[in-house]
């Protein structure tokens, strides 16, 4: 494979990660991360888990 292939490729891979964070980012810094915050204790867990993983409080 010839060089200047490989480096477009890890160029537009890095490009392609860092544009996802930044995306990460923005939306985190905006507060529209799908986040969930528990209600017994408010830290914020993830509706993927039954249970707070803090407090163990159920999450609806
Ligand atoms: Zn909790």
Same mark, same amino acid.
Request: hydrophobic share 40%; aromatic share 10%.
């Given at each position: $494979? #010839?060089?200047?292939?490989?480096? /477009?490729?890890?160029?537009?891979? %890095?490009?392609?990660?860092?544009? $996802?964070? /930044?995306? %990460?980012?923005?939306?985190?810094? /905006?507060?529209?991360?799908?986040? &969930? =915050?528990?209600?017994?204790?408010? =830290? %914020?867990?993830? =509706? /993927? &888990? #039954?249970?707070?993983? &803090?407090?163990?409080?159920?999450?609806?």
């Amino acid at each position: $494979m #010839a060089n200047w292939f490989r480096d /477009a490729l890890e160029t537009l891979f %890095v490009i392609g990660v860092g544009g $996802m964070l /930044a995306s %990460v980012l923005r939306q985190a810094r /905006a507060g529209t991360l799908p986040v &969930y =915050r528990c209600r017994s204790c408010g =830290r %914020v867990t993830s =509706r /993927a &888990y #039954a249970q707070c993983r &803090y407090c163990g409080s159920l999450v609806e």
